[in-house]
């Protein structure tokens, strides 16, 4: 009985060692309104599915697309990924939103990671940039222009060349209008953002404004959508998209991170 018992503790140990990286530690999915698993590959030509269960599928569009684990590579000539809903309801309130990225070139052209503008003057939009000075930026203007707040990290995030992995977190919070109701986590670490009128305070959107966010433009990932024109393409890889209906906390940000990296090597 006991060499018996030792075998199946030793099968055990051996499938686990085999599959532990089919059986990591889950993250919490509640709140989401949008889960791209592009590591997962495409179910369908031209498909990206929606894994929240709200069947929000998007749709790939361009000519250089190519499914790599762990993720999507997009040449940035004319590829991004069309979400085929405005989520307008979760812009319209708090909300987070994550990604991978994992860039070809950390300072060459002003890419978008993810945006949509309403009309192409900063009404009603929503812009994930890259700077060409391997910054990060958000721009988000829940009603009208003199409603926009701008967020740009405080260091430099990418560098020049080929980049490794990184996961990029906005949390977005309606109910602070003011310092902080914008952040930027890099790789669960937040980012602390300089000085004013880059800083993230939401003092110009108060949550009655914020609430007041309306777009018929579908939100695009790895393109900015300019009333309906794509353009400013991501070049590099990306996964793990996600989109939550909730402000994030830097505790619930950092274990975003932590179940996540070791796809990514990290």
Known sequence: MRKILIIVLFLAATLFGINRRYIQQQFNTNNLAVYYKLWAGLTAPALVFDYSGNGNDGTLVGTLLLSVYPGLDIAGSDE????????????????????????????????????????????????????????????????????????????????????????????????????????LY??????????????????????????????????????????????NFYAGIMDDVMLFNVAKSAVEVKNLFETTRWRFGI
């Open 80 to 183: 991004y990924i069309d979400t085929g809903t405005t989520f307008q309801t979760t812009l319209a309130s708090s909300y987070t939103m994550n990604i991978w990225v994992k860039l070809d070139d950390g300072q060459g052209a002003i890419d978008y990671i993810a945006a949509t503008d309403a009309d192409g003057s900063a009404n009603n939009m929503f812009r994930l940039i890259l700077s060409d000075d391997g910054k990060i930026i958000f721009a988000f203007s829940p009603q009208a222009a003199a409603n926009r707040v701008d967020l740009k990290s405080g260091v430099v995030v990418f560098t020049n060349g080929a980049q490794p992995w990184k996961m990029l977190t906005i949390v977005a919070d309606a109910t602070v209008n003011g310092a902080g109701g914008l952040k």
């Open 186 to 231: 890099v790789n669960g670490v937040f980012d602390s953002p300089p000085a004013a009128p880059f800083d993230g305070d939401t003092s110009a959107a108060t949550e009655a404004e914020w609430s007041n966010y309306a777009s018929a433009q579908n939100l695009y990932i790895g393109a900015w959508n300019l009333n309906g024109t794509a353009q």
